[in-house]
């Protein structure tokens, strides 16, 4: 690896990093108001202000500008199906949010690495060998551990990080089904309309909105922001380097939220994430390990041809 890709690799780890900061900051936001709006007004307010980002991401994308700076995509259905998987996977996670300890809701949710391979099977065509299913296995036993289904801790309010979990990994693998040529930040805008529009359905369905006050509003602008900056920030940090050299770095996360949901609510769950935290961990850093591995095989067999 030249200096060059090793600084690049570097700057997106560190970018990655901060992006999973931003949305951890998000999440504080959204259970800190949590008490005064539904789940689907704080849906719609993010991705409303969250826009703002995305536009920016669009405007500054070079594939964008390459491909004619298009507005529409050739798979609009794919595209709207996507945004109504991400406005239920908000509905979910920010209910857990509102109901749970910040770090388990947070843990829970890192699931969504193992349905993506679980989805990547019928949806993609992928093969999925013994080490990686091993690993899925391992990391529902973590999940499961935290859930505490039977215990006297146990709370049926564990379902809605996990089906968050599903949707949000059900979007990203429906990502990869649009064609090659469609610029990112397309993508993105679409779903983030979509889940914006959809969760303006769904508020009005239930009541309509709650007109926030000055203070209200500022923290609902700070959840756009923090939101639509993380969104930001990951999008470049995946078009510096490889996806595998920043998955490893996702799981710091977990101890972030924990940090965090303990210094800003008073909230340790020590006996609620560990060991099924670890668990969790280890199960996606295998996933990672095999996929890299597998990658590299599969180019030196190009090499060699």
Same mark, same amino acid.
């Given at each position: @690896?030249?200096? $060059? ?15 999973? *900061? ?18 689907? %007004?704080?849906? &719609? ?17 070079? &594939? ?27 509905? #979910? ?23 993506? +391979? ?22 529902? +036993?973590?999940?499961?551990?935290? @859930?505490?289904?039977? #215990? ?17 990994? *059900? ?14 930040? *397309? ?14 359905? +769904? ?8 007109? =926030? ?16 900056? $993380?969104?930001?920030?990951? @999008?470049?940090?995946?078009? @510096? ?25 008073? %909230?340790? =769950? ?36």
């Amino acid at each position: @690896m030249t200096d $060059a890709k090793a600084d690049n690799v570097v700057a997106a780890i560190l970018l990655s990093l901060f992006a999973i *900061l931003l949305f951890d900051f998000m999440g504080l936001v959204i259970k800190r108001i949590s008490a005064d709006f539904t789940a689907a %007004e704080l849906s &719609a307010w993010r991705n409303v202000i969250g826009l703002i980002p995305s536009m920016i991401a669009l405007y500054l994308s070079s &594939a964008w500008i390459k491909a004619g700076k298009p507005w529409r995509v050739r798979q609009t259905k794919l595209a709207l199906f996507r945004g109504v998987i991400l406005t239920i996977a908000q509905l #979910a996670f920010y209910i857990g949010l509102a109901r749970m300890a910040f770090a388990t809701v947070n843990t829970i949710s890192y699931a969504n690495a193992l349905f993506m +391979v679980a989805l990547a099977v019928p949806l993609l065509g992928e093969r999925v060998g013994i080490a990686r299913w091993s690993a899925v296995l391992v990391g529902f +036993v973590g999940v499961v551990l935290v @859930m505490r289904p039977g #215990a006297g801790t146990f709370s049926t309010d564990a379902i809605f990080p996990l089906i968050a979990a599903f949707c949000y990994a *059900l979007a990203g693998v429906t990502a990869r089904l649009f064609d090659e040529d469609v610029p990112t930040p *397309l993508i993105n805008l679409y779903s983030s309309a979509t889940a914006a529009l959809g969760a303006v359905v +769904v508020a009005f369905f239930f009541g309509g909105f709650t007109a =926030p006050d000055l203070t209200q509003f500022l923290w609902i602008c700070a959840m756009g922001f923090f939101g639509g900056c $993380a969104v930001l920030c990951l @999008m470049v940090a995946y078009r @510096m380097t490889e996806q595998s050299n920043l998955a490893p770095f996702n799981y710091f996360g977990i101890p972030m939220a924990f940090v965090l949901g303990w210094f800003f609510f008073d %909230e340790a =769950p020590w006996d609620e994430l560990f060991p099924g935290a670890l668990l969790i961990i280890a199960s996606g850093l295998i996933i990672v390990w095999r996929e890299r591995m597998l990658k590299t095989r599969a180019a030196a067999a190009t090499i060699q041809k």
